[in-house]
T-cell receptor, first 116, second 114 residues
Framework: DTAVSQTPKYLVTQMGNDKSIKCEQN?????MYWYKQDSKKFLKIMFS???????INETVPNRFSPKSPDKAHLNLHINSLELGDSAVYFC???????????????FGPGTRLTVL | KNQVEQSPQSLIILEGKNCTLQ??????????LRWYKQDTGRGPVSLTI?????NTKSNGRYTATLDADTKQSSLHITASQLSDSASYIC?????????????FGTGTRLKVLA
């Protein structure tokens, strides 16, 4: 069984459209994350939820809205897609709230979003 | 400014050889430092996590070191294998005003040749 899964794997869409990416983890973790990896392979955290509560919200356009229906799911909805949104989006999960200690994050396989 | 810089940007070595990847950071306050391996087309996989008090940690053929005084870390790969070909990403986390920040390096792309 895949620990952290994302759908879809690939998403090609037109500028201005609204799209969603889904993420599910079956590890029983309390914390989930969304990351964006741009064309230069630079990873950047976008959001983090702990038990359905938003705990990290980096400087991300408000066109991006995470939704956590339960602690095993964290979906990412993007409104009015722009060319610059093209990237690979990774979901991840960890056991606990990010701490100075050890909270190993497990990443999903990524969703490659292409905005035309 | 919080930054994480990795070197070299890319590296090619022969199978069986050792190599060392570098990570220098200016992140403050420091919480922990992580090394990830990312295969092409896959998500990152955690290799090591080190806190301030740790100066070395191993995971199989991977050994990470941390010098919190000089703000440097290295990842040493012993007896490289073809499967080590990947990008290696250094991440430093920082706790500021009760919120954790994750600062990512741009990675080192390693290619191991037969």
């Amino acid at each position: 069984d895949t620990a952290v899964s994302q759908t879809p794997k690939y998403l090609v869409t037109q500028m201005g459209n609204d799209k969603s990416i889904k993420c599910e983890q079956n590890l029983g973790h309390d914390t989930m994350y969304w990351y964006k990896q741009d064309s230069k392979k630079f990873l950047k955290i976008m959001f983090s939820y702990n038990n359905k509560e938003l705990i990290i919200n980096e400087t991300v356009p408000n066109r991006f809205s995470p939704k956590s229906p339960d602690k095993a799911h964290l979906n990412l909805h993007i409104n009015s897609l722009e060319l610059g949104d093209s990237a690979v989006y990774f979901c991840a999960s960890s056991q606990d709230i990010p701490s100075g200690g050890i909270d190993t994050q497990y990443f999903g396989p990524g969703t490659r979003l292409t905005v035309l | 400014k919080n930054q994480v810089e990795q070197s070299p940007q890319s590296l090619i070595i022969l199978e069986g050889k050792n190599c060392t990847l570098q990570c220098n950071y200016t992140v403050s306050p420091f919480s922990n430092l992580r090394w990830y391996k990312q295969d092409t087309g896959r998500g990152p996989v955690s290799l090591t996590i080190m806190t301030f008090s740790e100066n070395t940690k191993s995971n199989g053929r991977y050994t990470a070191t941390l010098d919190a005084d000089t703000k440097q870390s290295s990842l040493h790969i012993t007896a490289s294998q073809l499967s080590d070909s990947a990008s290696y990403i250094c991440v430093v986390s920082s706790l500021t005003s009760g919120t954790y920040k994750y600062i990512f390096g741009t990675g080192t792309r390693l290619k191991v040749l037969a």
